[in-house]
């Protein structure tokens, strides 16, 4: 039934009038001020949808005002338009019911976006543009969107993918919970990791331990060894893979009583089987703090054989702290269990082969890649210089040392400077806003003096420097370093 009712101002009334499908016409009157009211409503009887005008005008006034009401089943949409006001956007009506589904149009279908594939392809950023415009995810989608998170080590994307599965239906899920925190953990942003599980109503171990191992990795061992007690005090029982967490905590917060102690709580009152991953951790808390004697000590007292991965893991401690009689010591035990590893180490020494070393800096929604074979020029080189500059003024003294060319002392302190990492944080210095941390991811290990020149830029430019190279997060704050100079 199609239906029109108008009200009329006539003088000090009010005429009204219905006209139905069967042509009945009933007319009403009541008195009004010197206004003309008008009200309609129209309905479409195979659409069944409503419609509802209100229109009132002054006599006095020029301007008039139109008040629309559409009504689609029980929700009532309000649309005001003005007459001597133009419509600021057009929709485009023509071919609405090709692209929508309907009862007019039952042949429509939806279009089917593959988040998997394409967080396969590395396309996390379309997979969540896609998500954005209203493709639903599943809990799979979820978990790939993660895993692609962790590969990228991308903070701005695990963001995202965190703010949707906060608004899904999957957002009080343990195990994706967990993958978030290891994947802000390999991001070097514990404060989000800390976040996601102070705000998770239930945990399991694994919660704990991949916040413990976050913590040790990012250099903030003394915080995962504060997490592993709250974790003992709530009933969880620790097992053989979150003691090696903690050992590893250990290690970065250089605390060598808490390790050899943590060791023997493991043997002694939780009766886990030992495996040689264990005791390569202890040796790894003896050799960050630089305890060279202790660690060979505690080596010849184990219960078992050393094996090469022993040796190799105190070689590369005695690497690192210089000792260069221990260093021998180990490479002739080496070459007693495997000759070619000793002289493989050895060879590579004298080989003149070229390597590109690479940093990649994460800045405004995009990685930039920088080489230290093509220093660049233009601002960034300016700013490099005075950064240098003032570096020099704050106590920076080249370590040549690191220089294994055959130049002269003036050329190697030139070559230092020219360090990729060096570059990838001075163009990031001019790209990003101030006060802002960097994000540099090296393919090598950091050598010492860039480890130093680092350590007084944080100081000098007030940011936070994360660097992480090939063996750890170094997070540069304030002249300091998480890893406590040892790494």
Not at 397 to 405: A, G, K, Q
Request: net charge neutral; proline share 3%; glycine share 6%.
């Amino acid at each position: 039934m199609a239906s029109l009712v108008s009200l009329q101002n006539s003088g000090n009334s009010i005429s009204f009038s219905s006209h139905l499908k069967s042509s009945i016409t009933t007319n009403h009157s009541f008195p009004l001020n010197n206004n003309k009211l008008k009200l309609s409503f129209s309905q479409d009887p195979n659409k069944l949808s409503s419609l509802c005008t209100y229109a009132a005008s002054d006599n006095t006034k020029t301007n008039n005002s139109t008040r629309v009401y559409r009504r689609h089943g029980s929700n009532t949409h309000h649309r005001l338009a003005t007459k001597n006001r133009p419509n600021p956007r057009k929709l485009n009506t023509e071919n609405r019911n090709e692209n929508h589904q309907s009862p007019e149009n039952p042949t429509f279908q939806s279009v089917d976006v593959d988040l998997i594939k394409l967080c396969r392809e590395g396309k996390v950023k379309e997979a969540l543009d896609c998500m954005g415009q209203g493709v639903s995810a599943d809990y799979n989608d979820f978990g790939a969107l993660l895993d692609a998170c962790a590969d990228t080590n991308s903070l701005e994307l695990s963001k995202r993918v965190n703010d949707l599965l906060r608004r899904s239906k999957f957002a009080g899920d343990i195990d994706l919970n967990n993958k978030l925190i290891g994947v802000y953990g390999k991001c070097a942003s514990m404060r989000d990791a800390r976040r996601v599980f102070d705000k998770m109503r239930e945990r399991n171990l694994a919660s704990w331990k991949l916040m413990i191992n976050g913590y040790a990795v990012n250099g903030n061992g003394a915080d995962g060894l504060l997490l592993f007690e709250e974790m003992r005090n709530g009933g969880f029982q620790p097992d053989n893979e979150t003691f090696l967490a903690v050992l590893s905590a250990c290690a970065s917060a250089g605390d060598v009583e808490e390790g050899v102690k943590y060791f023997e709580l493991m043997k002694n009152e939780y009766s886990i089987a030992l495996g040689i991953e264990h005791y390569i951790g202890v040796i790894s808390v003896f050799g960050e703090a630089g305890h060279l004697n202790e660690a060979v000590e505690f080596i010849e007292n184990m219960p078992i054989e050393p094996t090469i991965e022993i040796w190799q893991a105190i070689r590369g401690f005695a690497r690192i702290h210089g000792d260069i009689d221990l260093e021998d010591h180990v490479d002739e035990l080496l070459l007693e269990f495997d000759p070619s590893i000793s002289s493989e180490n050895k060879l590579r020494v004298p080989t003149k082969k070229k390597h590109s070393t690479i940093n990649m800096i994460e800045e405004k929604n995009r990685v930039s890649d920088y080489k230290c074979i093509n220093p660049f020029k233009g601002e960034g080189n300016e700013k490099f210089k005075g950064l240098n500059g003032q570096m020099r003024e704050a106590g920076y003294v080249p370590d040549t040392r690191y220089v294994l060319h055959d130049i002269d002392q003036e050329a190697k302190e030139q070559a230092l400077q020219y360090h990729s990492e060096r570059l990838a944080i001075a163009y990031g210095l001019i790209s990003t806003p101030a006060r802002t941390p960097l994000r540099i991811i090296k393919n090598l290990r950091i050598c010492g003096d860039c480890h130093n020149a680092i350590k007084i830029m944080s100081k000098i430019v007030g940011r936070e420097l994360i660097v992480r190279d090939n063996k750890r997060f170094h997070h540069f704050k304030d002249g300091k370093c998480s890893c406590g100079d040892y790494w």
